[in-house]
């Protein structure tokens, strides 16, 4: 691991190169500066890579920018290492807190266990008021579960409900887990349609179903149905 690589993460999408590298610059010398740019839309993936000629620069960068706010994203600026569990999976759902909450009364409920990263309150368009939903992704796993574990279930100024906190569930990794599983079924059903003992070609055994021959069919399959909002999804 080298103290003097950093990696940037939660990017504003319409960052551009040139920007990137002049918001690390006032820090030290940027030996190398890459924004991870989407090639089909040349926007940014969110994401890039400073390194300075030291570590000192680096500690000072990451103690400037660490939590700065650019448009609707804070940046995280931390040393580069191998990706841990630690920093992956930390986006909260957060349910039936008070109407009146606008954004930056739910991140100050939530900040006292971490460092808020982004924040998004889900609004009916059609009146313009608060839906008392909203995603809040936090610095990291531990922190997001702190703040489960100290809120969850409690009763809210004014709600008839208590409050609903859970961890987000990330809509393309939830659908690669269908896949695998829906895989799995369809390997097991292809076991089923292997060729049975001479005799058996074109139909199923007396009494039997039609998977033993070459004429059997596989069990139709269907995923199981799920509600996405914002990019994430829940049962």
Do not use: W
């Given at each position: ?25 006032p820090y030290g010398t ?133 409050l609903y906190m859970k ?49 059997g069919r596989a069990p ?16």
């Open positions: 691991m080298d103290p003097s690589n950093l990696i940037i993460n939660y990017v504003p999408p319409t960052m551009a190169q040139e920007e990137f590298k002049a918001l690390f610059e940027v030996e190398s500066c890459r924004l991870m740019i989407d090639m089909k839309t040349n926007r940014s993936l969110g994401y890039g890579f400073v390194k300075y000629s030291n570590e000192m620069e680096a500690q000072a960068a990451i103690n400037a920018l660490n939590g700065h706010q650019l448009q609707n994203k804070r940046l995280k600026v931390a040393v580069s290492r191998p990706p841990t569990e630690d920093i992956k999976n930390c986006k909260l759902y957060i349910q039936n807190f008070p109407a009146t909450y606008d954004q930056a009364a739910v991140e100050q409920m939530l900040r006292q266990y971490g460092t808020i990263i982004e924040s998004r309150l889900l609004v009916d368009h059609a009146t313009g008021m608060s839906k008392c939903t909203a995603f809040v992704q936090m610095g990291t796993r531990q922190e997001a579960q702190a703040a489960i574990d100290a809120l969850n279930q409690t009763q809210m100024p004014g709600c008839t409900r208590p961890f987000a569930v990330d809509k393309a990794a939830k659908k690669r887990t269908q896949e695998f599983g829906q895989q799995q079924l369809y390997a097991a059903a292809g076991m089923a349609m292997l060729p049975g003992p001479p005799g058996g070609y074109g139909r199923a055994p007396p009494g039997g179903g039609g998977g033993g021959g070459l004429g139709r399959l269907s995923a199981p149905k799920q509600v996405n909002m914002g990019g994430f999804s829940y049962p």
